[in-house]
């Protein structure tokens, strides 16, 4: 999306004008997202305003947040919508009828089968019309075996045997048809997420999202999230005019240039991947942040009060860009890209799943983006440089902590390392098509995938007494959670049932 403009033409008028063209360029169906979107915003401080949980019932407004997800369903996507409804009606049979100790196994296993198909519609088919719809149904498909499991630990679980985590979002029934609806298909998250545990949005339908909160010790009054919304607009207007600067200046398919890979020196080279990766995600940081903002002006993803007193919206936020950029670690960027999509595949996979947890929650992640070879050599990959990462990290940290010079340096060091190796490693998820993704990695020798497998094998296994670090998925924060407007992450915590 764009073209690059000049420095001129990105102030004043000059940017509303290539905004304008940009516009005016883009493929019909990116209108009609942008339209939605822009139009899901305003409904949503109406729904604040006149549909208030003060003077208007759960029932009311849970029947006008799917009626008005549904008509951007049917503006996005036409007859496609049935693809979506078909899903959740099927899935919600399910809750219904099967037994409450394998329903989340059920689940899991119709709504990923459900996404794979129509993924494979899109991979072979030549009616592209369902592209647009892939990104509802991997939100649907979160959301239904998110109900799932939640549903298991509430109902055919013992409370002990739950993490802090699952005792607070369990279900302990099972939601009426309207809840279900309203919950897939609220206006405020069909097209683009981001994902809540149905506890909090029956909170927010109910108006209970405000309760237990305290400002200086006394019973809060409700906040206005209009600040936070402006600021996050704010920051998409920053995020766009970034992505339009950058999109077409460092195109990633020129890394497979024939001319460049030969001529250009190695720093260069590497230099280009880093600059060609970064180029790539304003696009998603403006989704996810526009995504917030919608939510945030219909009054729901307050999380509290901060210490000095002001009211936080922070609870479906997806991503910490600043953190992102500044990693030091493969842990440290996971944690703060797309952290919903985290939690759920921490919740639904890492956490129960009995054997190679890590790899297991990778490949579901692969499966739930699609079925693009470039999705798998990225996750693959990511496996054997994550693990390469900790085992750096346990043999070399330690002696870095002597003094903050040391430790200065060890940052600058490891924020190279860091992004130079996930810039390398997810270009195949860019790439998606399986020859240029090979390409891609054989133009480099695959000497990142070499050097990560003598890591792993050379190094010692033993961890350090001086290293508290871990992987994603033990610092991923209960009830918060790819690379796509949807994508995924990866996590660590205690396994469990």
């Known amino acids: ?113 459900y996404l794979v198909v129509v993924q494979v519609m899109y991979y072979v088919g030549e009616d592209k019309e369902s592209s647009e719809i892939t990104g509802a149904i991997m939100i649907i498909t979160q959301k239904i075996t998110k109900v799932a499991f939640e549903l298991h630990d509430g109902t055919a679980r013992v409370a002990e045997s739950l993490s802090a985590g699952q005792k607070l979002r369990a279900l302990r029934r099972c939601p009426g048809p309207l809840e279900y609806m309203s919950y897939h298909f609220n206006f405020l998250g069909i097209v683009a997420g981001p994902l809540c545990s149905f506890n909090d949005y029956a909170s927010f339908i109910e108006g209970r999202h405000y309760w237990g909160q305290e400002k200086g010790g006394r019973p809060s009054s409700e906040p206005s999230p209009t600040s936070a919304v402006l600021d996050k607009l704010g920051g998409c207007c920053l995020l766009l005019a970034l992505h339009l600067t950058l999109s077409k200046a460092f195109p990633i398919t020129y890394n497979l240039d024939d001319s460049f890979v030969a001529t250009a020196p190695l720093l260069h080279r590497l230099c280009y991947v880093y600059l060609s990766m970064l180029a790539c995600r304003p696009k998603y940081y403006f989704l996810w942040t526009l995504a917030d903002a919608i939510n945030n002006a219909a009054g729901f993803g307050f999380s509290g009060y901060n210490k000095d007193g002001k009211p936080c919206w922070d609870l479906l936020t997806n991503l910490n860009i600043f953190r992102i950029e500044t990693s030091t670690s493969l842990k440290m960027l996971i944690d703060n890209w797309n952290i919903q999509t985290a939690s759920w595949l921490k919740e639904i996979c890492y956490e129960r799943c009995p054997v190679h947890p890590m790899l297991a929650t990778f490949l579901l992640s692969a499966l739930w983006h699609g079925v693009f070879p470039g999705y798998y050599l990225a996750f693959l990959s990511a496996v054997l440089m994550t693990i390469a990462g900790q085992a750096v990290r346990r043999n070399v940290r330690h002696h870095f902590l002597k003094s903050n010079s040391h430790k200065i340096f060890y940052d600058l060091l490891t924020w190279a390392a860091t992004h130079a190796t996930i810039s390398y490693t997810l270009a195949p998820f860019i790439l998606l098509s399986l020859e240029p993704s090979l390409r891609f990695y054989r133009s480099w020798w695959y000497c990142f995938h070499i050097l ?39 996590a660590t915590t205690k396994k469990g049932h």
Request: glycine content about 8%; proline content about 5%.
């Open 1 to 113: 999306m764009g073209s690059l403009g000049t420095a001129a033409e990105m102030q004043g008028p000059g940017l509303l004008q290539s905004l304008a063209r940009e516009y005016n360029e883009l493929p019909d169906k990116q209108k009609d997202f942008l339209v939605s979107q822009f139009s899901a915003l305003a409904a949503a401080f109406l729904f604040r305003r006149y549909l208030h949980p003060a003077h208007t019932s759960p029932l009311i407004r849970h029947a006008m947040a799917t009626l008005l997800g549904l008509y951007i369903c049917m503006f996005c996507f036409g007859w496609y919508t049935a693809l979506l409804v078909g899903d959740v009606a099927l899935c919600y049979a399910i809750l219904l009828i099967a037994d409450r100790k394998h329903v989340h196994i059920y689940s899991l296993a119709v709504s990923m089968g």
């Open 452 to 490: 990560a497998a003598l890591l792993v094998f050379l190094l010692p296994k033993k961890r350090s007494p001086n290293l508290h670090g871990g992987t994603k998925f033990n610092s991923i924060p209960q009830g918060v959670g790819t690379l796509q407007p949807n994508g995924a992450t990866i």
